[in-house]
């Protein structure tokens, strides 16, 4: 999707077109799928919450998905949602997600990689050393899956088991208290 609409191609993204469309022409989804074939639709108007699907991923603006995109996803059968943004879900569709049971990784957890890639990018260039994108990406693979840990046992200390919001808004407080009396602010 993109500020003009969607793309619905139930054979698959064919994602070497789509990055030709994207990031070479700079053109919009539309023209994917004008080149993809009639088999995919264009959808202009509407919401892409109510495209059935096992997964979601909201990804671009704050608040894109509300909670009437939520209960149409609940609806179609959604098992997962993981915010690849800054808070693009509501807290009513947060809330929403965990009455219905819907596994929801929020962004602070899910889509800390660019914040962590930043940092390794910091290191790299603080120690002037060049890394491969080998070692660059089995680093950003262990501190993801260090934020997952975290996550969980953190809920599950809380008697929140399973609740991955809790868990990353719990673990997130921590580290921030601990590093504030660590530098002596409190």
């Known amino acids: 999707s993109d500020s003009s609409g969607y793309v619905v191609d139930e054979q698959g993204i064919d994602l070497a077109l789509l990055r030709q469309v994207k990031e070479v022409d700079r053109g919009r989804v539309g023209d994917y799928a004008e080149k993809r074939g009639s088999h995919v639709k264009f959808v202009s108007t ?3 919450w109510d495209v059935p ?3 979601a991923f909201p990804c671009a603006t704050q608040n894109e998905l509300p909670v009437e995109g939520a209960h149409a996803l609940v609806k179609n059968g959604v098992k997962l949602v993981a915010e690849g943004a ?4 509501t807290p009513e569709a947060v809330a929403a997600f ?4 819907v596994l929801f990784a929020p962004g602070k957890a899910a889509n800390a990689g660019g914040v962590a890639t930043s940092a390794l990018e910091m290191q790299q260039n603080a120690s002037r050393d060049r890394w491969s994108f080998e070692h660059t990406e089995e680093r950003l693979s262990d501190i993801m899956a260090g934020i997952h840990e975290l996550t969980l046992t953190t809920a599950d ?4 088991p399973g609740d991955y ?3 990353a808004n719990i673990a997130g407080f921590i580290q921030v208290a ?3 009396l660590a530098m002596g602010v409190i």
């Open 46 to 48: 509407g919401s892409i």
């Open 53 to 55: 699907c096992d997964v």
């Open 86 to 89: 800054n808070m693009p879900t």
């Open 98 to 101: 965990q009455k219905a049971g």
């Open 157 to 160: 200390e809380y008697d929140l």
């Open 165 to 167: 919001v809790a868990g």
């Open 178 to 180: 601990d590093a504030m």
